[in-house]
Every structure is written in C-alpha cells, then in structure tokens.
C-alpha cells in the first residue's frame, strides 16, 4: 500500500513515471550553448555571494557568516533553477511505437494458481484483472500474445483457454527462455507476467535474466495469492545424507517456518512408516523466520526408506498438510572392510577389535606383526588373505573401505606399497587412520616419508614425541559439532560425557594442524594440550590422526556397561568409510522431485583399480509404484572418460529405486542404488504464499516494475516506456513539473523566514 | 629343637627364591639377585606381567613362601618365575613389557590398568563380595586371568567355591587344540602334563589326585575366553626352573609356549 502511494505522489510530482527518468536520458533543448549556461550559473553564484558577504557588516550586527552562508545557498538555488529552465531541460526516453510491438502476457496455470482466496481461485483473479480493460488497453497501443505458463509457456488465443489450475509445476526460468527463443525475430517491447510466484525449478538462474537484459526486455510481474498464511506452520526442507551405513547414526538439519506462534512449543519427529526414531520439543522463533533444528536418529536396518520429518500440527492452522516433508534414504548393508596394520602387540589393538564386534556393518582385517617375523592375522575370509604381508597391487589393497596404521613405522611400507597408500586415498577415495604409539607419526620417522602430506598435520621434527603418562580427553568446538564424537544426542549430555571420561594411557605430539584440517578433540597432559583427533579430506578420501593409543582406558575403567569407548570407536571406523565409494557410484541431483517427474541419472564408473573405465556399458533399472519397470541406457559424458548419464521421467508421485549396473564383456564391474520420490503436492500444500520476493527481484532486475492487481489501470501507460522492440525517441519537457514550482516557491519561503527571524528583513 | 628348626625355614624363606622344596633331594637354589635398580624397571610399558595379590582361605595353612615379605599362596614362585618368564616375552615377541613384575589386587580400581593377570595355587583362594564384583566387571569389561598351580579334585572344588563367587553360572569348558588361544603365537596342538619342580625328584608329573591335564577356559558372551585355567599342571615352576639342568626341557618349552600364547590371546581377543 505504502509503495503505491508512493508512486502515486512521485507521479504527481514529477508528471511522468519513474520508469521514465530511469530509462531516459536528460537533455536540454535551447539552443544556447551548454556552456554559457554554466558561466552564468557560476557568475549568479559568485554575483549573489559577493553581494551578501559586502552586506554583513552594514546589516544588523548580529548575523553571523553560517546564516549569511544559508542565505546565499538559497537565492543561489532559485536564480539557477531559473536559469536551468530558460535552457529548456527535457528528457528522452525511448517509447514503443504503437502497433508495432509485441507485448508478451504470461498467466500462471499452475497448481498453486488454482488456490481459492476471497471466493475466487488465482487464475481467476488474474484473468479478471486483465478483463479490467488492462488487456483491452494494451491491445489498443500494441500487439499482445497470450501464453499459459506453467512447466513451459503455450500461446493461446484468448483468456477462455486458460484457468484449468491443473499443471503440476511451474518454471517461470524455462518458460522465459522458450518465450524468448520463440520471439527471437519479433519485436517484443515488453512481458507482463500474472503469477504467484511459486517456481518448482528453485529460482530463476542468471543466464535467462541475461538473455532478457541483452535484448532490453523488461518484465512487469503483477503477484496473486495471500503473501502470508496465518496462522501455519510450514517445513521448508530437511536436509539428511542420501546414503547411510546400516544402525549408523544420523543427523538432519530440518528448517521451516510459522506465522502466528511465536515463542510456542511443539514437537519436531522423524518418522520411518509409523515408527518414530527421534522427536525432541523445540521452540517456535519469530514469524516468518526460517528456522533451522537438529534431529539425531539411527539410521536402523538396511533397506531403501522414505523418512518423514514433521512438527506436529497446532491449534487453528490453517494447512496441516505442509507440516511434514519427506526424504529418501538409502541405508546400506553391505559390510564395509577396514585393514588395520598394527606394529606391536598393545592393548589398544584389542579394545578396537572389542568395539568393532558389535557392528555388523564393519569388519575389521588386521594384521599384527608379533615378533619381528611372524604376522597374527584375525578377521581374514581367506586363509590366502593378506598371507603375504601388506597388500602391492591396488587391486588386492582397494578391496577395503578404510586403513587404519597403528605403531608401523614408515620404513614398514616399501615404496610401492606408500605409494599404493596414497592412491589407495586419492584415487580410490578410502579413508585411512593413523594411531599413535612409539613407532607413529614422528616417533616412526612420518616425517621424512612420502606420505607426510597424507596427514593432516604437520609433524614435530623432535623426537620422543610418544609418552607414556596420563593425558585427559577434551572436546572441542568442531568435536561437539561432529557425530563422530557425539556420545550423547543432547550437546550438553555430550559435553558432560566427554568430561568424565577417564584419562587416556598415553599420548603422543602430532603436531601441528593443517588449514583445512578440523581438530575434534584435544589432550591436556600437565599444563599442555595436544590435538588428539584431527581429520581431513583428502583427493576423493579422507585421513585422519588420533594422535593416542590410551583410549583402551575409557572401557577397562567406566562402570560395566558403559558404551563410551564403543560408541567412539564406531563413529569413528563408520566415519572413516562411510563415504568411500564403490566402483559404481550413481547420484541424482534432487533425490525429492517436486510436482516434476523429470530425472538426471549420473554414473561415475571405475575398474578394479579404480580407474575411470570409459568402454563400460551402463543401465539404469527403475522401479516405481504402480509396477512401473524401466531401464535406461546411460551413455558416456564427453570429456569425462568413467562417467555416464541418463534423463528420465517418474510419471507417476511415489518412491523410485533406480539400480545402475556396470559391465565390460563379461565382468561385472559394480552395481549401486539410488532412490528417488516424486512427491506432487508441493504446489498445492507448500509454499502457497505469493513469492513476492522472486516476482520483485525479476521485475527489478529486469527493468520491470512489480505490480498488484488493484494498481493494474496505470500498466498500459508505462509499459511503452522500454527499449525493447521498435521504439522512438521522445521528448518529454520538464520545464513545467510541479515539483520545480515548489522548489522554488519553498526556497523563497523559507529565505524570506529565515529574514525575518534573524532581523535582517 | 623343633621351633628352632621351624624358624631357620624361616629365615631361610626370608632369603628369597622359592622354597618350593620338600622331600628327599630338595635343594636350596643359588641366590637369585633381583635387582630392580635399573631404570628399565621403572620405566612405564604397553604390557605388565601382572600377578594377582588375594586373601587366603583361613582353613589353608602354609603356602609356599612362607609369610612376612611375601606371605600368601599368591606368591608361590614369585618372583623368578615372573622374571624368567618376562626375559622369554622380551627376546620372543614385540610386546614392549616393563622387565619387572607388577602385583595387583582386588582392593583398588587400579587392576583396570593391567588388562592381563596372572594367579597361582588358586585353591586357596577367597573373595569379599566387594572383591569378587571387581574381578567380575574385570574380566566382563575386557580382563584376562590365567590361574595356575592346583592340583586334584579337591583344589578344583574349592578353585570353583572362589570362581562361583565372580561367576555364579558361567559354565567351565575345555579347551580344544584347535582352540585359537593355542595358535596365536605358537601352533601348540598335543599338549602334555607340565610338572611343578617336584618332579625333580619324585618323578612324576601329577600331584595329589591330578593325574591329568586340565586346560579349560570361561568365556564371554561372545566366545572369548575370559579366564584360562591351567589345572592340574605348574607352568610357574616350569618358568623358575627352566635354567636348572635338572628340569626337563620340553616342560619348560612347552610352558613358556603356553604362556606365550595366552598373553597373545589376551592381547587379540
């Protein structure tokens, strides 16, 4: 309301629309020159400042020279306004030619447009609001063409063919492109787009707002629908990890955002089927505001899940069906496999293997070499299994997930075997922990190795950084933050936790951090502190240092029962592999289809040495409800030798899984699955406020103006005023605006107060 | 006459060693020097040889050892036996041990910081309620026990009257060759009966009702073994006297492979 008065006065004063003075170009049209208009301007300057200044000491003896100042500012200004008018000010603003432009209007016929307010749906409204005599206007200055918008713009021959509010989705960015690419040889002086705003493709990208500053096209929105519901609560979107590893631990960052119940309580869940994992109270902040809230929950047995993220629905709400959304989650069961090398026979061997027991979704390998020639191997399928000592192809060492490098010194590994451990994190993608100990890190010369920039800290060049004495745990900021170290799903709960564990056996300098490096947890022994767990990502892996191998003290001496040192362990080893890929990875960029069945499938494809493998046959096989069944060729993207891709559409709403398989001849090289879930009542139950901020941005950004539906009677005056399409130049004077009258009508006024109050009238 | 006699025994016990002679052909050893004044002694380790300090059965008199310095039957061969053993720990495998012994008890929390203990003439002994807990969530957290030293039936009722104590209902299996505690360092498959220093002299390999062999274990819920028990057998003489000529060899070597393994097993599982 306030921008329109706004408008209205601006008109008032100024005659013309702003539109005008921000396209046109200001000119003066006598036919003096320029420059004796700036020599008088000066002179009259100078002329009434000498004036006054002479004048001073003969007027009353009490003017002082700020007042004197004040004066001269204000006769200055009325004598050079006057003088700036006998030069005839005007501004040229280029203007559509009747008749000989294309005015584009686009009404939304989406879903969302079929929303009834004030006892008539959106659409409705829009086409009244043409029927208004703002189409018939503008069908008497040009020509206007007439598109349903909604996933793509269709040209229609009159209003009758639109108002089935039926289309699932919208996409004002496609819909803008087509128009464009579809009128690249007509004249078209401007857009006018009837919507809600509500655009399923999440925005209008930067190349189609390109495309419409190149060609001058500015685009006028007039926005339907109620711009906040009150009151309701909204969830705008839960963000958890695609993929998971079976009973591993979750979290999601759950944001929405409510009108009318500020500061009231209410429930926050996660839901598989009519199971909950996880609820905890939460608090609603202001109105409007997006609010963002942790849920931890464990991810349960393996399978392909659709998880519910809800608030429980309050008093009076208007819809309770954008209370929940819903998420899909691959919780996978296959057996991750960790080589554990270890050095020397130590208690903290025997812990890790103790925690790692109860978690089915890990095994651990380990070889530990007990006297100088003999290797203890435990937790080997194969009799044949590392028998040889430590892996040297990469075939052999990248069938497992992670590494985990007790007390080995460096001189342990051969060269080729280093460099294996290097690829075996960079191209691989595997993840590999160093402990400490008395042959780790400095102590078993890292430093000098070809592997020290695998670490992610730099390591002390003293020696005797292993030490035998008690140090205690302390987590910090980055480590309350990690699931790795969340003993407790309350932070505070955590927090507490972490500081009644007993003190560690032993500790050991790591060093320094490396930028980009995240310390988790830190050691206080005597009066120093040490980083204790620190991680990094690293090529397609990650590392990381636990620069101890005392941890064992947290299970032999917490009370019986205690899950501490297990919950640690776990967290860490799944953390280690969790995101170790296969030889077959398969995305999909939104694993949620909103109103839009369309699906981008990705591969990325490797041998068995986890090299790109090009020459690889690809198919995706769809299931879906209904007893939809399909597969899919993917076909290699060029430039990019392992990848492969693959479009597809999900016709029906409910939840897909997509299986991609890989073969070479008669080699399986790998399989992986995705699922997806069309989900087709967003347009109806979300976000059903007008989008009034993106409706305004595109105005904006286009050289547009955004209009509501009452203030449509003055479109047909300003949209001539483009430079679109074929224009003309014309001369608007400026000589007689209002707001000259008054400039100079007050600046006499208040010169001549000013007079009087001072004494010197 | 016969008190004077009775205090040189003890003094004699004073001198240190293990008096475990009796009989005909006893012998008094060499003065074994146990010197602890290097600093390797005092150096903190991965790995402690731990021997369990308990209280005695009131109803048992003597115990090898005497009282006074040592006192108790949980020091029978304490602490050659414990040294020897260790000097085999340190030249066969890459455990990093304290070259000294460590005595614990049931008293404090401070047995959680030996993963790995050691008890002998287990017959004779007896716990508080308190002290039977603690080794109850010792061995239940991740604590290994290998008792040694008791002989016949009736050593095995009143071993079992102390472990019922820690363990109501756990049942006591045998031990299998191809059980992997015989297997982690040395491939130990045919076992055989393994005499104290008694059979020096007497020449034979069983004491009291022993006649045979009894290696058994208790588990954990998940198959571990938690406690090993060495029945029927003296592994901790085998260890003291594996440097007297008069000992037979392959007791010694078969004991030290025992031991060997059941640290090892400790230490892996």
Not at chain 1, 154 to 180: F, M, S, Y
Not at chain 1, 197 to 226: C, K, M, Q, Y
């Given at each position: 309301m306030g921008l329109a008065v706004v408008r209205t006065m601006f008109e008032f004063f100024f005659r013309y629309p702003a539109r005008v003075f921000s396209q046109g170009d200001f000119v003066l049209l006598s036919g003096w020159p320029k420059w004796i208009l700036c020599i008088?301007?000066?002179?009259?300057?100078?002329?009434?400042?000498?004036?006054?200044?002479?004048?001073?000491?003969?007027?009353?003896?009490?003017?002082?020279?700020?007042?004197?100042?004040?004066?001269?500012?204000?006769?200055?200004?009325?004598?050079?306004?006057?003088?700036?008018?006998?030069?005839?000010?005007?501004?040229?603003?280029?203007?559509?030619?009747?008749?000989?432009?294309?005015?584009?209007?686009?009404?939304?016929?989406?879903?969302?447009?079929?929303?009834?307010?004030?006892?008539?749906?959106?659409?409705?409204?829009?086409?009244?609001?043409?029927?208004?005599?703002?189409?018939?206007?503008?069908?008497?200055?040009?020509?206007?063409?007439?598109?349903?918008?909604?996933?793509?713009?269709?040209?229609?021959?009159?209003?009758?063919?639109?108002?089935?509010?039926?289309?699932?989705?919208?996409?004002?960015?496609?819909?803008?492109?087509?128009?464009?690419?579809?009128?690249?040889?007509?004249?078209?002086?401007?857009?006018?787009?009837?919507?809600?705003?509500?655009?399923?493709?999440?925005?209008?990208?930067?190349?189609?707002?390109?495309?419409?500053?190149?060609?001058?096209?500015?685009?006028?929105?007039?926005?339907?629908?109620?711009?906040?519901?009150?009151?309701?609560?909204?969830?705008?979107?839960?963000?958890v990890a695609p993929r998971a590893v079976a009973d591993s631990r979750l979290s999601a960052e759950i944001r929405f955002h409510q009108h009318g119940y500020d500061g009231r309580k209410a429930t926050l869940s996660v839901r598989d089927g009519d199971k909950v994992l996880s609820s905890r109270e939460i608090t609603f902040a202001g109105a409007g505001k997006i609010q963002s809230e942790e849920l931890l929950f464990n991810a349960g047995a393996a399978g392909a899940k659709s998880l519910q993220f809800s608030t429980d629905p309050q008093p009076d709400e208007k819809n309770r069906l954008n209370n929940s959304v819903t998420r899909p989650v691959d919780v996978e069961s296959a057996q991750r496999r960790i080589l554990y090398v270890e050095g020397e026979p130590r208690w903290e061997y025997k812990f890790i293997r103790r925690a790692e027991d109860d978690d089915k979704t890990v095994q651990i390998v380990s070889m530990l070499r007990t006297t100088e020639n003999k290797i203890y191997r435990q937790g080997i399928d194969d009799p044949k299994e590392l028998a040889d000592g430590f892996p040297v192809r990469p075939e052999d060492l990248f069938t497992y997930s992670g590494i985990i490098i007790g007390s080995v010194e460096a001189g342990y590994f051969t060269p080729v075997q280093q460099d294996l451990l290097r690829e075996f994190v960079d191209r691989r993608g595997g993840g590999v922990l160093f402990l400490g100990g008395h042959s780790s890190l400095g102590d078993g010369v890292w430093t000098g190795s070809s592997l020290v920039d695998l670490l992610p800290v730099v390591l002390p060049t003293h020696k005797n950084t292993f030490h035998r004495a008690p140090a205690y745990a302390e987590l910090t900021a980055a480590g309350a933050d990690s699931l790795i170290c969340r003993l407790a799903d309350d932070p505070d709960a955590n927090a507490l936790r972490w500081k009644k564990l007993p003190y560690l056996m032993d500790y050991q300098e790591a060093g320094t951090p490396k930028p980009g490096a995240a310390v988790l947890a830190q050691m206080r022994a005597g009066s120093s502190k040490y980083p204790m767990l620190i991680t990094q990502n690293y090529g397609r892996g990650r590392t990381a240092v636990l620069a101890t191998s005392g941890t064992w003290r947290w299970q032999m001496s917490m009370p019986l029962g205690d899950t501490s040192h297990q919950m640690f362990w776990q967290q860490l080893l799944r953390w280690l592999v969790a995101d170790t890929p296969g030889r077959v990875v398969a995305t999909i960029p939104n694993r949620t289809l909103l109103d839009d069945g369309h699906v981008h499938f990705s591969a990325d494809v490797r041998d068995d040495e986890y090299q790109p493998a090009p020459d690889a046959k690809v198919e995706a096989h769809v299931i879906g409800p209904g007893g939809i069944s399909s597969t899919v060729e993917m076909v290699p993207v060029p430039d990019t030798p392992g990848s492969f891709q693959a479009d597809w559409t999900a016709d029906k709403a409910g939840s897909y899984v997509a299986e991609v398989t890989a073969g070479r001849g008669s080699e399986e090289l790998g399989r992986d699955v995705v699922t997806f879930l069309r989900s087709d009542d967003v347009a109806e139950n979300f976000h059903t406020e007008q989008n009034r901020d993106l409706l305004e941005r595109l105005a904006q950004q286009t050289g547009g103006r955004y209009w509501r539906p009452g203030d449509l009677g003055k479109l047909a005056e300003e949209i001539p005023y483009s430079q679109a399409g074929i224009t003309m130049r014309e001369t608007k004077e400026l000589w007689d605006l209002p707001i000259l009258f008054l400039l100079i009508l007050l600046a006499r006024s208040m010169e001549w107060l000013l007079r009087r109050r001072w004494g010197i009238v | 006459m016969v008190l004077v006699l009775g205090l040189a025994a003890g003094v004699v016990a004073f001198q240190g060693g293990s008096l475990g002679t009796q009989g005909p052909g006893s012998f008094f050893p060499p003065s074994y020097s146990y010197d602890d004044s290097q600093s390797a002694s005092k150096e903190p380790s991965e790995f402690y040889w731990s021997r369990l300090r308990y209280t005695s059965r009131v109803d048992m008199y003597g115990g090898y050892g005497g009282y006074g310095g040592y006192g108790g039957s949980w020091s029978r061969d304490y602490p050659k036996a414990d040294r020897q053993f260790l000097m085999a720990l340190k030249r066969l495998t890459r455990i990093e041990a304290r070259p000294t012994e460590q005595v614990v008890d049931l008293d404090s929390d401070d047995i959680f910081n030996y993963p790995w203990v050691y008890a002998v003439q287990v017959a004779n002994w007896t716990f508080t309620d308190a002290e039977a807990k603690r080794l109850h969530d010792y061995l239940m957290k991740g604590g290994f026990l290998m008792v040694d030293d008791f002989h016949g039936t009736a050593d095995w009722d009143r071993f079992m009257a102390g472990m019922r104590m820690v363990f109501p209902d756990r049942p006591v299996e045998d031990l299998a060759d191809e059980d992997e505690i015989f297997h982690g360092l040395y491939d130990i498959g045919a076992r055989f009966q393994i005499p104290g220093e008694q059979y020096v002299w007497s020449g034979r390999t069983y004491e009291k009702d022993g006649y045979v062999p009894k290696w058994r274990a208790i588990r954990d819920d998940k198959g571990r073994v938690m406690v090993a028990i060495c029945h029927n057998m003296h592994l901790g003489d085998a260890w003291e006297w594996a440097d007297d000529p008069r000992y037979p060899e392959p007791f010694a070597s078969m004991a030290f492979r025992v031991g060997l393994d059941y640290i090892m097993y400790g230490m892996t599982h």
């Open positions: 008088l301007l000066l002179g009259a300057a100078v002329a009434l400042g000498w004036r006054i200044y002479s004048r001073i000491g003969r007027t009353a003896h009490n003017l002082k020279y700020w007042q004197a100042a004040v004066i001269w500012l204000l006769e200055s200004m009325v004598v050079c306004l006057v003088l700036v008018l006998l030069w005839q000010p005007a501004i040229v603003v280029a203007e559509l030619k009747p008749q000989q432009n294309v005015i584009a209007v686009l009404i939304d016929d989406s879903r969302s447009m079929g929303i009834s307010e004030g006892g008539a749906t959106r659409v409705e409204q829009a086409k009244q609001a043409l029927q208004n005599n703002v189409l018939a206007e503008l069908q008497a200055k040009f020509q206007t063409r007439l598109y349903r918008l909604d996933r793509s713009v269709t040209r229609v021959n009159n209003l009758q063919e639109i108002g089935d509010a039926a289309a699932p989705a919208t996409h004002i960015g496609d819909g803008l492109n087509q128009l464009l690419a579809e009128t690249s040889d007509l004249p078209v002086g401007g857009v006018v787009l009837l919507s809600d705003g509500s655009d399923n493709s999440r925005g209008i990208d930067r190349d189609t707002i390109a495309a419409l500053r190149n060609r001058h096209i500015p685009v006028d929105t007039v926005g339907f629908g109620e711009e906040t519901v009150s009151p309701d609560v909204e969830m705008d979107d839960a963000v | -």
